[in-house]
C-alpha cells in the first residue's frame, strides 16, 4: 500500500506555543489530506478536509484560526497549533487520497503525539 | 446524520479460538464500510471495506466481515485468532466517521 508520513512523531511544547507537524505522502501525489484528532480510548475525529491549493474544509466545532492547515503541494500538508494549549494536548493523524484511489481508500500516517505543558 | 457504533470496548479471545469484532452503522443511502486496525505507534491500517457485491467481505490477514443490511451491522470475523492480532479495531463509515474502537486481545 501507499506510504504516509509524518513528522514528528511526537512534540512537547509550552503553553502559547505554536507547533507544526508535516504530513507527506511517499509515494504518490495526494489530492485530498485529511487531519484527525485521536483522544485516549476514543476514537478519531475528523477535524479537517485539505485539497492541494486549496483552503481546508473544517468539521464543525473546530476553530480554524486555531488548527491552521495549508495543503501547498501534492506530497506535503501541514497542520499548526496555533497559540497551544495543555486541551489541545492529542494525537493527531493525518491520512491522505487520491483521485485515483478506489473509493473511500485512504492512507494515514502513524500519527504525532502532541503535549502541551 | 451518519453514525457508527462498536459496542465492545474490549474483546477477549483464545488464540485459536474465532474472534468477532462487532459494528453496526446508521447510514442514509448506500452504506460504504470500512475496518481499520491500529497497532501501537503505527497508523491505521485497512482490513477490507464494503462497497457493494457480496455480503461477505474478505480482507487482509485472515478477516472478513458480513454486511447485514437488515440488522445494520458489519462484524469483523476471524475464523481463528492470532497473538499478533491483538489491536485496537475500528469500524467506519465513509466519509470519515469512526466507531469509537474495540480493543481485541489475543491470549496464547
Known amino acids: 500500500g501507499a506510504v504516509v508520513s509524518q513528522h514528528p512523531s511526537w512534540v512537547i511544547c509550552k503553553s502559547g506555543t505554536s507547533v507544526k507537524i508535516e504530513c507527506r505522502s511517499l509515494d504518490f501525489q495526494a489530492t485530498t489530506m485529511f487531519w484527525y484528532r485521536q483522544f485516549p480510548k476514543q476514537s478519531l475525529m475528523l477535524m479537517a478536509t485539505?485539497?492541494?491549493?486549496?483552503?481546508?474544509?473544517?468539521e464543525q466545532g473546530v476553530e480554524k484560526d486555531k488548527f491552521l492547515i495549508n495543503h501547498a503541494s501534492l506530497t506535503l500538508s501541514t497542520l499548526t497549533v496555533t497559540s497551544a494549549h495543555p486541551e489541545d494536548s492529542s494525537f493527531y493523524i493525518c491520512s491522505a487520497t487520491a483521485l485515483f484511489f478506489s473509493l473511500g481508500e485512504q492512507y494515514f500516517g502513524p500519527g504525532t503525539r502532541l503535549t502541551v505543558t | 446524520a451518519q453514525s457508527v457504533a462498536q459496542p465492545e470496548d474490549q474483546v477477549n479471545v483464545a488464540e485459536g479460538n474465532p474472534l468477532t469484532v462487532k459494528c453496526t452503522y446508521s447510514v442514509s443511502g448506500n452504506p460504504y464500510l470500512f475496518w481499520y486496525v491500529q497497532y501501537p505507534n503505527r497508523g491505521l491500517q485497512f482490513l477490507l471495506k464494503?462497497?457493494?457485491?457480496?455480503?461477505l467481505v474478505k480482507g487482509s490477514y485472515g478477516f472478513e466481515a458480513e454486511f447485514n443490511k437488515s440488522q445494520t451491522s458489519f462484524h469483523l470475523k476471524k475464523p481463528s485468532a492470532l497473538v499478533s492480532d491483538s489491536a485496537l479495531y475500528f469500524c467506519a463509515v465513509i466519509k470519515s466517521t469512526f466507531g469509537d474502537g474495540t480493543t481485541l486481545t489475543v491470549k496464547p
Open positions: 485539505s485539497n492541494e491549493g486549496s483552503k481546508a474544509t473544517y
Open positions: 464494503y462497497i457493494t457485491g457480496d455480503n
